[in-house]
């Protein structure tokens, strides 16, 4: 059962890449395809990174560990898309101009902290095999807690890319705080501060 399940979540997962590519293909992108491949493919980072923190309250809802199993798969999509939306702005927007690259880092705040989203996510991807979680032991669980920083740095990322209407980069930020609140062990927290 969990076998056909991960099959099918994985199957699901490439339905992203399939629409892009064949938006690209059928010539379907608008008069701004690059912006469009952009937002594309930063949205399903932003929503592999709920689907991966939401994998741990649905073992807590439900009782079940399979959501587990999930978990690094969503991650590693995660990272798929997340290097996609990076490739699309340094390969298709900027043509590998590391001069303009590097100096729209360090001036524009958005690209900044989407680059440190990235660059955070790197070893998250390195050591998401079952050997890299033998060799790490109890480090890996610490290092994988910086999903909870890179989805931060996400949505920041989003608000600040977007000028006016901040409607969908704000809902994104809830699912997260929400997701991330869920994690709180509220009695030791309760404890402390008394």
Not at 99 to 104: E, F, G, H, V
Not at 156 to 165: A, M, P, Q, T
């Given at each position: 059962?969990?076998?056909?399940?991960?099959?099918?979540?994985?199957?699901?997962?490439?339905i992203?890449?399939?629409?892009?590519?064949?938006?690209?293909?059928?010539?379907?992108?608008?008069?701004?395809?690059?912006?469009?491949?952009?937002?594309?493919?930063?949205?399903?980072?932003?929503?592999?990174?709920?689907?991966t923190?939401?994998?741990?309250?649905?073992?807590?809802?439900?009782?079940?560990?399979?959501?587990?199993?999930?978990?690094?798969?969503?991650?590693?999509?995660?990272?798929?898309?997340?290097?996609?939306?990076?490739?699309?702005?340094?390969?298709?927007?900027?043509?590998?101009?590391?001069?303009?690259?590097?100096?729209?880092?360090?001036t524009?705040?958005?690209?900044?902290?989407?680059?440190?989203a990235?660059?955070l996510?790197?070893?998250?991807?390195?050591?998401?095999?079952?050997?890299?979680?033998?060799?790490?032991k109890?480090?890996?669980?610490?290092?994988?807690?910086?999903?909870?920083?890179?989805?931060?740095?996400?949505?920041?990322?989003?608000?600040?890319?977007?000028?006016?209407?901040?409607?969908?980069?704000?809902?994104?930020?809830a699912?997260?705080?929400?997701?991330?609140?869920?994690?709180?062990?509220?009695?030791?927290?309760?404890?402390?501060?008394?």
């Amino acid at each position: 059962m969990k076998k056909i399940l991960k099959l099918g979540f994985f199957i699901l997962s490439l339905i992203p890449l399939i629409i892009v590519l064949y938006r690209i293909f059928f010539n379907q992108l608008g008069p701004e395809p690059i912006k469009e491949i952009t937002h594309h493919t930063g949205e399903w980072t932003l929503l592999f990174l709920i689907f991966t923190l939401s994998m741990t309250p649905l073992k807590k809802l439900t009782n079940l560990s399979i959501w587990i199993s999930f978990r690094r798969m969503f991650g590693l999509f995660a990272f798929f898309y997340a290097s996609l939306h990076l490739m699309t702005y340094v390969g298709l927007d900027y043509r590998f101009d590391l001069n303009s690259i590097s100096k729209d880092v360090l001036t524009k705040k958005f690209i900044f902290i989407g680059f440190a989203a990235w660059l955070l996510m790197v070893p998250l991807a390195i050591t998401s095999s079952k050997k890299m979680i033998g060799l790490l032991k109890h480090n890996w669980k610490k290092l994988h807690k910086l999903i909870y920083v890179i989805s931060i740095f996400g949505v920041v990322h989003f608000i600040w890319l977007v000028k006016k209407d901040l409607t969908e980069p704000l809902i994104y930020l809830a699912i997260i705080m929400l997701l991330l609140a869920f994690r709180v062990d509220y009695k030791k927290f309760l404890l402390k501060i008394r």
